[in-house]
T-cell receptor, first 113, second 113 residues
Framework: GENVEQHPSTLSVQEGDSAVIKCTYS??????FPWYKQELGKRPQLIID?????GEKKDQRIAVTLNKTAKHFSLHITETQPEDSAVYFC????????????FGDGTTLTVKP | EAQVTQNPRYLITVTGKKLTVTCSQN?????MSWYRQDPGLGLRQIYY???????DKGDVPEGYKVSRKEKRNFPLILESPSPNQTSLYFC????????????FGSGTQLSVL
């Protein structure tokens, strides 16, 4: 089955700096790669996603890049703010079996003011 | 309001006492799934369902049962809970119409003594 590895497990940055979180996946059939943000005590919420027919996607300060050949994808947050502090999860799934999703172990991002 | 509703929010029980965690969604989503979240282990999928009467094992199905008799409901059953099932549980739903974005419930914190 699919295996998703996420690094780093913790990340601390100064406000205004950029943060990068990386994930690798094992199943070349996976074609949907979402990123979820989970604030303390709350449910995970989708912040951005990318499909295998796209190499990069951007939404304001957040961007995701995908390298299908290397089987890895990354989340980039620019101009970080204290409210970006949360746990971030990457995931991978295969479109026609979308109920089956495999998540990374999560990255705890702390943005210091 | 579109939502995934889980109950109860908190549950303390004893080893061996059968319990059910309910999950209901009002978005007419085809896919529903259950995850458990443990520190450092991310979100691990327990079971998922692609539609009514169609369920399949996720990555950690041992000790759990599910059923999908109606499209909106997807209860998680622990026939004989054990302490290693103490965890935070999330139900989620998604649909091709929402580009497979996962909508999570608010979570159930289960403690098995």
């Amino acid at each position: 089955g699919e295996n998703v590895e996420q690094h780093p497990s913790t990340l601390s940055v100064q406000e205004g700096d950029s943060a990068v979180i990386k994930c690798t996946y094992s199943d070349s059939a996976s074609n949907y790669f979402p990123w979820y943000k989970q604030e303390l005590g709350k449910r995970p919420q989708l912040i951005i996603d990318i499909r295998s027919n796209v190499g990069e996607k951007k939404d304001q300060r957040i961007a995701v890049t995908l390298n299908k050949t290397a089987k890895h994808f990354s989340l980039h947050i620019t101009e970080t703010q204290p409210e970006d502090s949360a746990v971030y999860f990457c995931a991978a799934s295969f479109h026609t079996n979308a109920g089956k999703s495999t998540f990374g172990d999560g990255t705890t991002l702390t943005v210091k003011p | 309001e579109a939502q995934v509703t889980q109950n109860p929010r908190y549950l303390i029980t004893v080893t061996g006492k059968k319990l059910t965690v309910t999950c209901s969604q009002n978005m007419n989503h085809e896919y529903m799934s259950w995850y458990r979240q443990d520190p450092g282990l991310g979100l691990r999928q327990i079971y998922y369902s692609m539609n009514v009467e169609v369920t399949d094992k996720g990555d950690v199905p041992e000790g759990y049962k599910v059923s999908r008799k109606e499209k909106r409901n997807f209860p998680l059953i622990l026939e004989s809970p054990s302490p290693n099932q103490t965890s935070l549980y999330f139900c989620a739903s998604s649909s091709p119409s929402t580009n497979e974005k996962l909508f999570f419930g608010s979570g159930t914190q289960l403690s098995v003594l």
